[in-house]
């Protein structure tokens, strides 16, 4: 595999789970018995990445201590014999190699993912939103990897959603060459529905390469000062620069939306027999 390293950006403010994230990063949300994050973590590990970085912000604290060493639980788990909660935790430690640098304002995706530009050190790499769970027999990611594999060029995650909801998403105008997979022409970020191009949208899974990091530096911020990740992909189509984008096979969950994650907990529950 050409790809081992991945950026999971975990610096946004959550606002659309107030209350609840005033005080909890929305990452660190439950569904089942695992925060959300842990899930998306876990998509890495099984196509083959061992290098994470996590892109995080103010009080997002708590994402660092759940994959650190807890010394003190551990054992207080060791002396009351708990051993199987003591391997759980102990696991959770020695998933992979996890790396962390700070977001210091919310200015965008794009400016969390220029963040990572150092890490990556001029590989390809890939992006993971840290409030999109996916449930597929092979890693989301990991599918969008074996495009980039073929084609040598950035790949981006997508899936068809109702056109009522295109205005939520950046969008992609393309040609499907084959069943799920375009080339890329042009991206718009979340347009009306009248003036989108197409209902195909990208759904927080990326492979980028490190012609990115100039393309968002390039970038006017929008309206709301942020500079957008579509923007500096859509910058690059406009320069010649090959793109592909890949249906996910697979369910996505959004829990960064009360309705997903309540559905995230009822359905994976169900699937992890904690639900009947």
Do not use: C
């Amino acid at each position: 595999m050409l790809i081992k390293k991945a950026v999971i950006p975990a610096a946004g403010l959550g606002t659309r789970m107030l209350p609840i994230t005033k005080s909890m990063p929305k990452e660190m949300l439950p569904v089942g018995t695992k925060p959300v994050i842990h899930y998306v973590v876990e998509e890495a590990i099984k196509a083959g990445i061992d290098d994470i970085l996590i892109i995080t912000g103010k009080g997002k604290r708590a994402i660092e201590d759940y994959f650190d060493r807890n010394f003190e639980l551990e054992y207080y788990l060791r002396e009351r014999g708990k051993e199987r909660e003591l391997k759980l935790v102990r696991e959770i430690s020695e998933m992979v190699d996890i790396y962390y640098v700070r977001q210091k304002k919310p200015l965008g995706l794009g400016d969390a993912i220029l963040h990572a530009e150092k890490h990556v050190n001029g590989e390809p790499f890939v992006v993971l939103l840290g409030d999109d769970i996916i449930v597929s027999e092979r890693p989301g990611i990991g599918q969008l990897v074996e495009v980039y594999e073929r084609f040598n060029a950035p790949v981006l995650g997508v899936e068809t959603v109702e056109w009522e909801a295109v205005e939520k998403y950046g969008i992609v105008a393309g040609e499907e060459v084959e069943s799920g997979l375009y080339k890329v022409k042009d991206l718009v970020e979340k347009p009306k529905k009248e003036e989108a191009p197409s209902n195909v949208a990208i759904v927080g899974r990326y492979v980028l390469t490190p012609e990115v990091f100039d393309a968002l530096r390039e970038v006017k911020p929008d309206k709301r000062g942020e500079i957008q990740l579509t923007d500096a992909l859509r910058l690059l189509v406009g320069n010649g620069r090959s793109m592909y984008a890949k249906t996910i096979e697979g369910k996505r969950y959004d829990v960064g939306t009360p309705e997903g994650w309540l559905r995230a907990n009822v359905e994976l529950g169900r699937l992890a027999g904690i639900l009947r």
